[in-house]
């Protein structure tokens, strides 16, 4: 792989999101503003954000915009998933510098692993990014080898300190799960083993709610 492309950069520096959020533990360590970005090239089978894969623009944000609502709800950091947030790096890098500037951590998906980032040099963003990054959980979901595990989905993805910002024991953490309703949607962010749904599935057709398709899982 030579280079990752780049999308949107007309838009330069505003960033193309899905969605954002505000979580707990659910998205790394500590409360953390979430930007999902729009786009992903990958397609892998299972993925659970198939709403975020299409390279077309969603909601267009400019850093300052983010930079406040971090400072608003005073996260200890943001956390970076998608889609495909590389695809936006340009943007991206500026926006990391700035948050970082304000003693903020950075918790990175990539559905490219360490290693194939390390091997590109284009655009130089990548390397800018990969050195301001925390925490970086990399690879593809595989739904062959789907996992209910801290941060991740699948068990080829792993969990990079690159920062000495936390301690190897974050990694002991156990895998959070976390349930909101926002704009008439049920929002179930992390992992949820086989019990909790059942739970959740039991408790909602108490009100007369049936889940008709099993949440998926989160990858990041
Ligand atoms: S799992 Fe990640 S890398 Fe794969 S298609 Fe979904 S967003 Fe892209």
């Not at 490219?112 to 390390?118: G, P, V």
């Not at 002991?172 to 909101?180: A, G, V």
């Amino acid at each position: 792989m030579n280079e990752i492309p780049q999308f949107y950069t007309e838009e330069f520096p505003r960033l193309n999101i899905a969605d954002m959020d505000i979580l707990s533990h659910t998205a790394g360590p500590g409360t953390r503003l979430v930007l999902w970005l729009q786009g992903c090239k990958q397609n892998c089978p299972g993925c659970c954000n198939q709403n975020f894969l299409a390279i077309q623009k969603q909601h267009l944000v400019l850093p300052e915009e983010i930079i406040g609502l971090c400072r608003k709800a005073n996260v200890e950091g943001i956390s970076l998933s998608g889609g495909e947030p590389l695809l936006q790096a340009i943007a991206l890098a500026p926006l990391i510098q700035k948050i970082k500037a304000e003693g903020k951590s950075i918790l990175l998906w990539t559905g490219y692993t360490l290693e194939s980032l390390q091997a590109i040099s284009h655009p130089p963003e990548i390397a800018q990014i990969l050195g301001m990054t925390d925490i970086l959980v990399d690879g593809p979901y595989v739904q062959e080898q789907r996992a209910s595990l801290l941060w991740r989905g699948s068990q080829n993805q792993h969990i990079h300190l690159l920062s000495r910002r936390y301690p190897t024991t974050i990694l002991e953490h156990k895998p959070h799960t976390s349930l909101s309703f926002a704009h008439n949607t049920l929002c179930l962010t992390g992992d949820p083993n086989e019990h909790v749904l059942a739970s959740l599935a039991q408790k909602l057709q108490a009100y007369g709610i049936k889940i008709t398709q099993p949440p998926a899982h989160t990858r990041e």
